[in-house]
């Protein structure tokens, strides 16, 4: 194993690899940004009516089981 590891080149020991996460490199002005647009965009998405499928499939989850089948 040694042998090929040498022939590859420069390798890196696992035990030397950091797996720690770097800081973010956004500002924080563009963070508040991405912030500010993705409140925005759940906010439209919680006023949406619920779709009809859905609420009967919903009706019939609450029917007793004996009424399901």
Do not use: C
Not at 23 to 37: F, N, V
Not at 42 to 68: A, M, T
């Amino acid at each position: 194993m040694t042998a090929k590891r040498e022939q590859r080149g420069n390798v890196i020991p696992i035990s030397k690899v950091s797996t720690k996460i770097p800081p973010a490199k956004l500002g924080r002005d563009i963070q508040a940004r991405i912030g500010e647009q993705l409140r925005s965009m759940y906010n439209g998405l919680v006023e949406q009516p619920i779709p009809d499928r859905f609420v009967d499939l919903l009706k019939q989850l609450d029917k007793p089981d004996s009424e399901n089948k």
